[in-house]
């Protein structure tokens, strides 16, 4: 990971890598139940190359995959008349 400090970082990296990861937690929250059911992160389980969401834990996984689940049941199916 970008973040994780380094042998070769001069002395101001660490500080800036440590700044950067504080408010990326702050703002985003990746451990949070809103965040497993946030429209971002039901996109990326949709999106083949991120399907599995290994950016959350299994606990927030199942809360998307369950959120998604419920979104779905509340979308109307709507078929064209000419089918009907």
């Known amino acids: ?9 001069s002395s101001l990296i660490p500080r800036v890598k440590e700044t950067i990861s504080v408010e990326l937690d ?4 990746p451990t949070s139940t809103e965040t497993a059911k946030s429209t971002p ?15 959350l834990s299994r606990d927030q996984r199942k809360i998307a995959e369950e959120t998604l689940k ?4 509340e979308v109307t199916l709507r078929l064209p008349s000419y089918i009907l």
Do not use: H, I, N, W
Request: charged share 30%; aromatic share 10%; with cysteine.
């Open 70 to 73: 419920s979104r779905m049941d």
């Open 1 to 9: 990971m970008c973040l994780v400090v380094e042998d070769t970082d």
């Open 41 to 55: 992160v039901l996109a990326s389980l949709l999106d083949p190359r991120y399907k599995g969401l290994p950016f």
């Open 26 to 29: 702050k703002r985003y929250q």
